[in-house]
């Protein structure tokens, strides 16, 4: 079974930058989309940012211009990078992988620990 680890998370102040990995233990994000989802406490979890195969990209208009979603197949790593941090960004961030409808759906079995972002204001 392939498993997905998130890093890169940490506390930071408003205004500052994170760069958040997903690592793949195999070659899925090849073959999939891949998205970077969140969850603050006592709210649902949401998708941030979405990528292709092809490439393409789509974004929560909360963070549009902020975030930056990118992939290296060969290091099997998917990549958030967060500029402009706000302290509404704060959350548990998490990455799956699937089919373009499943990404935006998010409706996944199974999903990785997260990584915790924090924005201090």
């Known amino acids: 079974q392939v498993q997905l680890v998130e890093s890169g998370g940490g506390l930071v102040q408003a205004g500052g930058s994170l760069r958040l990995s997903c690592a793949a233990s195999?070659?899925?994000?090849?073959?999939?989309?891949v998205g970077w989802y969140r969850q603050a406490p006592g709210k649902q979890r949401e998708l941030v940012a979405s990528?292709?195969?092809?490439?393409?990209?789509n974004y929560a208009d909360s963070v549009k211009g902020r975030f930056t979603i990118s992939r290296d197949n060969a290091k099997s790593t998917v990549y958030l990078q967060m500029n402009s941090l706000k302290p509404e960004d704060t959350a548990v961030y998490y990455c799956?992988?699937?089919?373009?409808?499943?990404?935006?759906?998010?409706?996944?079995?199974?999903w990785g620990q997260g990584t915790q972002v924090t924005v201090s204001s």
């Open positions: 799956n992988a699937g089919v373009p409808f499943r990404v935006v759906s998010g409706l996944f079995g199974s």
């Open positions: 195999g070659s899925i994000f090849s073959i999939n989309a």
């Open positions: 990528i292709t195969t092809g490439g393409s990209t």
